[in-house]
Nanobody, 121 residues
């Protein structure tokens, strides 16, 4: 049974930072691509950052230079370090996992957590 549990969201002022965590269990963690997605009210879900089993990461243009995705293989946790947060970053953030190649399409990820809210004012 695959389970992904996010934490670390909250409310910050513009320019602030947050670190999101996604604890995974129930699957072969090291071989999975992990992604962070976000969805604001009335908006489509957007891919933010992805990282494959080899540790290679990619970012959406809107967050490049501000967000960093990383994974702690020994603890089956993926992180999203976010700095210089802006109001447009406000959204529900969730992590997702797939045994296939990394993708920006959220529907390609078989597993998804419940999400953690990030609010920037």
């Amino acid at each position: 049974h695959v389970q992904l549990v996010e934490s670390g969201g909250g409310s910050v002022l513009a320019g602030g930072s947050l670190r999101l965590s996604c604890a995974g269990s129930g699957y072969t963690y090291r071989s999975y691509c992990m992604g962070w997605f976000r969805q604001a009210p009335g908006e489509e879900r957007e891919g933010v950052a992805v990282i494959d089993g080899a540790g290679v990461s990619s970012y959406a243009d809107s967050v490049k230079g501000r967000f960093t995705i990383s994974r702690d293989v020994s603890k089956t946790t993926v992180f999203l370090q976010m700095v210089d947060l802006q109001p447009e970053d406000t959204a529900m953030y969730h992590c997702a996992a797939t045994g296939g190649p990394c993708s920006w399409l959220g529907t390609n990820y078989a597993f998804r957590g419940q999400g953690t809210q990030v609010t920037v004012s």
